[in-house]
């Protein structure tokens, strides 16, 4: 099978009289865009098709933004590696860390297969790579379908290449994941790219944040929508703001996850101070359209992206886009055409891309109404969820993903 496209084959036939069960298993504390699409994916599958739980860590984001959902919560799972939730919190990060994940992910697997007992149209779902791991080892026990949901251009060598050889599929998010494992398991493997939802994220007109945040009118706002983290290349911006004179100001969405992550945090507060830029803070968002819409332009700066979530929500918004030109971004961004693409790491690069945008209101409104199309025309989610459905079902019912097509975006 070659890979295939999350936008073609909505082939859903008549519901079965029982729902299948499907297992997602995600390790994330907190929320990524990983764990916000496929909150999203699991919000819209047909409850008469499928009966779905999630095992997670407990005090998990992910859980709590399903709460009065249909989806049912297993808090077992040990989390990924995260800042510590109070002292007893040995699983998080440290050398406790070290010692006890191995036990503790043994014991959720000895818990999530008594669980699974009984389920004879079960699939296990894992959408990170340490929930992979874990899937890995219970499909093997169980005898279920497996199907790891691949994010990273970036591979974990032989541990993933044991996952992808428990796994009865894999779901990449772009073509540049697929082809990391192509050569070896290429059959598996089924591009699904993360859509969006066109409802909600839509242009609206709406700048009330930016009037709270008092930003003038003549200003130019450049919003970062991510992680505060060293590889999101928030400096780069801070960097690239301080070389566009005065009138700008940088928005970042986002909170740290890591103490490195908050000292990263604490260096761009001074290299900010240093460069003369205005900054601000915005913390997590819950909801980031209101910021999109106050924005001018949403600067994507990141060193490492596989794929850039938050490019299709600004496209869809209409807010223009400048990403960086790394494999992800180059998929979803047509440089010119539905953003603006800047050589990574360059900030003297971004400066200049900004620099004319910033002069040029009539081009930024022109890529924003492109880019809206274009994730109209290829990113919808309905369609992400109807190619979801079918791989699940086509490894409930056979243990085997569907025929593929082979065009894709």
């Given amino acids: 099978m070659t890979t295939t496209d999350a936008s073609r084959g909505d082939d859903r036939a008549a519901p079965p009289r029982e729902p299948l069960d499907l297992l997602t298993i995600d390790t994330a504390r907190r929320v990524g865009g990983g764990q916000v699409t496929i909150e999203r994916v699991l919000r819209r599958l047909d409850p008469r098709r499928f009966r779905v739980t999630l095992a997670c860590p407990s005090r998990s984001g992910l859980a709590a933004r399903l709460a009065g959902s249909p989806v049912a919560v297993l808090p077992w799972v040990p989390p990924s590696r995260a800042p510590r939730d109070g002292f007893a919190d040995l699983l998080a990060s440290g050398v406790s860390r070290k ?19 009984g ?34 251009h970036k591979s974990h060598g032989e541990f993933e290449r044991l996952v992808y050889r428990s796994a009865s599929a894999a779901f990449a998010v772009t073509r540049g994941v697929s082809e990391k494992w192509r050569a070896e398991f290429g059959e598996k493997i089924v591009l699904l790219v993360d859509g969006t939802d066109l409802d909600h994220f839509r242009p609206r ?50 909170e740290p996850f890591l103490s490195e992550d908050r000292a990263y945090q604490t260096e761009l507060v001074a290299l900010a101070r240093d460069r003369g830029v205005e900054m601000r803070f915005l913390g997590f968002q819950e909801d980031v359209v209101p910021a999109l819409e106050a924005a001018d332009l949403l600067v994507l700066p990141s060193h490492v992206e596989s794929f850039g979530q938050v490019l299709l929500e600004g496209m869809a918004v209409g807010t223009p886009v400048v990403a ?33 945008l910033r002069s040029d209101p009539a081009r930024r409104l022109a890529l924003g109404r492109a880019a809206r199309r274009a994730v109209e025309e290829r990113y919808p989610l309905d369609a992400t969820v109807a190619r979801f459905e079918s791989v699940i079902r086509a490894l409930a019912e056979s243990g085997r993903p569907p025929g593929a097509d082979p065009s894709g975006p």
């Fill in 324 to 356: 960086p030109g790394l494999p992800g971004p180059r998929e979803i961004v047509e440089d010119g055409r539905t953003g603006v693409l800047f050589t990574p790491g360059d900030a003297v690069d971004l400066a200049a891309r900004i620099t004319d």
């Fill in 119 to 152: 389920r004879e149209r079960l699939v296990i779902h894992a959408n990170t790579f340490q929930a992979g791991v874990i899937g890995a080892i219970l499909s093997r026990l169980v005898r279920r379908p497996f199907v790891f949901h691949d994010r990273l």
């Fill in 99 to 117: 010692i006890l994940l191995a036990p503790a992910a043994a014991i959720a697997v000895a818990r999530l297969a008594a669980w699974a007992r």
């Fill in 205 to 254: 007109g709406d700048r009330t944040l930016r009037e709270c945040l008092g930003i003038a009118p003549d200003a130019l706002a450049l919003l970062a929508v991510s992680r505060i983290s060293r590889e999101k290349g928030l400096d780069i911006l801070v960097e690239a703001a301080g070389r566009l004179g005065t009138g700008i100001v940088v928005l970042i969405a986002g």
